[in-house]
């Protein structure tokens, strides 16, 4: 439902434009005609409000705690709530554009004196109205997100960092993605950390699992330059920037040499984890990239490029957490971007898991012949 909390005479009223209480009031009775309304009755509330509307929304939530399960907030003035936030209960997501410093503080202010489940995302780039390209786009995946993982009785379970391990951390990012499981989509682990968490993701959703392995191609005398990647799949592909390439004056006969000796150490890979196995068609299935968390996004980045362009029905990056910055700029080369949570600061994806001991190649092994095994008895 979008709501006009004033009538055209009352927005001439500056005054009523801060009028936290008058607008709360609309949202009340908003929430009140929805819980009466046969249609609606059973479905859960969560409200979302911009600028003002950000603190009537948390205003209406501390008046109405049993019927809101979340409340998120877009570049709003939280602050305008006042003594209503201590009052409200409802999960509650913060949005605010980087270059929007005064509100951020207003933000923080307000973040300081809730005492619900309550985060701060702040948007990079954006200014107030969020009218810079994806800002919003990103904003749109952020606040489902969030009411996904609150009104859904099936991802109701708290997100908190850190993670326990990559399985605890696959079964809450399966919550997340069971809307897909009617698709019986493909689940692709970029291994190691990755496996363990997608298996979790797989055996929720009785997906299918395969690994996508990704080598990177260094530039000559800076192998950890990346100039390119070699991307595994039934038809590998290999993928260059050219344009660095044609800077760094790197010979195509070099970049040629380089992708055959990552296939080779891919194909090597392949046969220590599946004893060979092919890797599975993705063309015309929906297909779930995994990982166990993004910082930079380059791996990541190449990877999903090279499954676009098999054309597969819907390709969806899940992850547990990512770098808010990344998460943006990874929202064009997906159909959709499933993130638990976007720490700022990031530092690195470690920090986020109390255990982030090195995934072995044996319980790579384990877990795709587990599933493999799983999904042949199901047929």
Same mark, same amino acid.
């Given at each position: 439902?979008?709501?006009?909390?004033?009538?055209?005479?009352?927005?001439?009223?500056?005054?009523?434009?801060?009028?936290?209480?008058? &607008?709360?009031?609309?949202?009340?009775?908003? %929430?009140?005609?929805?819980?009466?309304?046969?249609?609606?009755?059973?479905?859960?509330?969560?409200?979302?409000?911009?600028?003002?509307?950000?603190?009537?929304?948390?205003?209406?939530?501390?008046?109405?705690?049993?019927?809101?399960?979340?409340?998120?907030?877009?570049?709003?003035?939280?602050?305008?709530?006042?003594?209503?936030?201590?009052?409200?209960?409802?999960?509650?997501?913060?949005?605010?554009?980087?270059?929007?410093?005064?509100? @951020?503080?207003?933000? =923080?202010?307000?973040?300081?004196?809730?005492?619900?489940?309550?985060?701060?995302?702040?948007?990079?780039?954006a200014t107030h109205l969020?009218?810079?390209? /994806?800002?919003?786009?990103?904003?749109?995946?952020?606040?489902?997100?969030?009411?996904?993982?609150?009104?859904?009785?099936?991802?109701?379970?708290?997100?908190?960092?850190?993670?326990?391990?990559?399985?605890?951390?696959? !079964?809450?990012?399966?919550q997340e993605l069971v !809307?897909?499981?009617?698709?019986?989509?493909?689940?692709?682990?970029?291994? *190691?950390? /990755?496996?363990?968490?997608?298996?979790?993701?797989?055996? !929720? &959703?009785?997906?299918?699992? +395969?690994?996508? &392995?990704?080598? !990177?191609?260094?530039?000559?005398?800076?192998?950890?330059? /990346? @100039?390119?990647?070699? $991307? +595994?799949?039934?038809?590998? =592909?290999?993928?260059?920037?050219?344009?660095?390439?044609?800077?760094?004056?790197?010979?195509?006969?070099?970049?040629?040499?380089?992708?055959?000796?990552?296939?080779?150490?891919?194909? *090597?890979?392949?046969?220590?984890?599946?004893?060979?196995?092919?890797?599975?068609?993705?063309?015309?299935?929906?297909? @779930?990239?995994?990982?166990? /968390? @993004?910082?930079?996004?380059n791996t990541v980045r190449?990877?999903?490029?090279?499954?676009?362009?098999?054309?597969?029905?819907? &390709?969806?990056?899940? $992850?547990?957490?990512?770098?808010?910055?990344?998460?943006?700029?990874?929202?064009?080369?997906?159909?959709?971007?499933?993130?638990? $949570?976007?720490?700022?600061?990031?530092?690195?994806?470690?920090?986020?898991?109390?255990?982030?001991?090195?995934?072995?190649?044996?319980?790579?092994?384990?877990?795709?012949?587990?599933?493999?095994?799983?999904?042949?008895? %199901?047929?």
């Amino acid at each position: 439902m979008l709501l006009d909390l004033l009538s055209p005479e009352e927005e001439a009223d500056r005054r009523n434009v801060f009028d936290i209480e008058l &607008l709360a009031s609309r949202v009340v009775e908003a %929430t009140e005609w929805a819980r009466a309304h046969a249609q609606l009755a059973k479905l859960p509330i969560a409200y979302f409000g911009a600028s003002t509307g950000g603190g009537a929304a948390l205003a209406a939530a501390a008046m109405n705690p049993a019927h809101v399960c979340a409340v998120v907030s877009r570049g709003g003035r939280p602050d305008l709530a006042g003594d209503a936030l201590p009052v409200v209960e409802a999960p509650t997501l913060l949005l605010v554009g980087s270059r929007d410093e005064q509100v @951020i503080a207003l933000n =923080q202010w307000a973040m300081d004196r809730m005492k619900c489940t309550v985060e701060l995302c702040i948007v990079p780039g954006a200014t107030h109205l969020f009218e810079e390209h /994806g800002t919003l786009d990103f904003v749109v995946q952020m606040a489902t997100n969030w009411f996904q993982r609150f009104a859904n009785s099936g991802a109701s379970e708290l997100v908190k960092l850190p993670f326990t391990n990559r399985r605890q951390a696959g !079964k809450l990012l399966g919550q997340e993605l069971v !809307k897909f499981a009617k698709d019986r989509p493909l689940v692709l682990a970029l291994p *190691r950390g /990755g496996v363990p968490v997608a298996y979790e993701v797989a055996t !929720k &959703l009785n997906a299918d699992l +395969d690994v996508l &392995l990704v080598r !990177k191609i260094g530039a000559p005398h800076h192998a950890e330059f /990346g @100039i390119g990647a070699v $991307v +595994d799949g039934e038809h590998p =592909q290999v993928l260059v920037n050219h344009d660095i390439a044609e800077q760094l004056g790197v010979p195509t006969g070099y970049i040629h040499n380089e992708a055959h000796r990552q296939l080779r150490e891919i194909e *090597r890979r392949r046969e220590e984890y599946l004893g060979g196995r092919k890797p599975t068609p993705v063309t015309g299935r929906t297909v @779930i990239v995994v990982d166990d /968390g @993004i910082a930079t996004g380059n791996t990541v980045r190449a990877a999903l490029r090279a499954i676009r362009q098999k054309t597969p029905a819907k &390709l969806i990056l899940a $992850v547990p957490v990512a770098a808010p910055d990344t998460i943006l700029s990874l929202q064009d080369e997906c159909d959709e971007v499933i993130c638990l $949570v976007t720490p700022d600061p990031f530092y690195a994806v470690g920090v986020h898991y109390e255990d982030f001991d090195q995934t072995s190649d044996e319980e790579v092994r384990q877990l795709l012949e587990r599933r493999l095994e799983a999904t042949s008895e %199901t047929g």
